[in-house]
């Protein structure tokens, strides 16, 4: 579910964890305590009071501290924030989301077959680079091979000329 309105991850979850320990101290009310421990109430009314009164705030600061451990170990406020980044992130677009289609072939296939194609691509670049290198490696054998042939014309010509 989305966040309310101008409220990120981490504040939704702080306002949830406040409402679920009012809900539970209501839940404990001094009336109920009192009808547990009706016998220290009758001898003592403020002892009572003040021994729930103990309990409730040792009970809501253990809660919140447990929580707060749950929170610092699975880094939840850092991920809320990620969260939220995406969220706001993907605000603006107009196409939806991939989703899986259930079908691990076509998925891997629908992710796999543009890499493909782009690797495809770089290796015909790189082909044609080759190709082309080779055309002029090849033309300057050629016109290495001609430069030797003529010198032998050359060289026989002369060797001719002084015998």
């Known amino acids: 579910p989305a966040p309310r309105a101008g409220l ?36 003592q009314p403020e002892l009572s ?18 929580i707060q451990d749950v929170k610092d170990e ?15 992130e993907a605000r603006g677009r107009q196409e939806p989301a991939w989703r899986p289609s259930g079908l691990p072939e076509e998925d891997a296939r629908g992710a796999l077959v543009p890499y493909l194609l782009k690797h495809r691509g770089y290796l015909r670049r ?19 091979r001609d430069r030797i042939a003529a010198l032998q014309r050359l060289i026989r010509e002369r060797r001719d000329a002084w015998q």
């Open 8 to 43: 990120g991850r981490g504040q939704l979850f702080a306002a949830v964890i406040d409402t679920f320990l009012e809900k539970l101290v209501a839940a404990g009310s001094y009336q109920r305590f009192v009808g547990c421990y009706r016998d220290i109430y009758r001898l």
């Open 49 to 66: 009071r003040g021994i729930y009164d103990q309990f409730v705030s040792q009970l809501r600061a253990a809660v919140t501290e447990e």
């Open 74 to 88: 699975g880094n939840l406020e850092a991920l809320f924030d990620s969260l939220d980044r995406i969220e706001e």
């Open 126 to 144: 790189a082909l044609r680079e080759q190709q082309d290198a080779s055309r002029e490696l090849a033309r300057a054998v050629l016109a290495g």
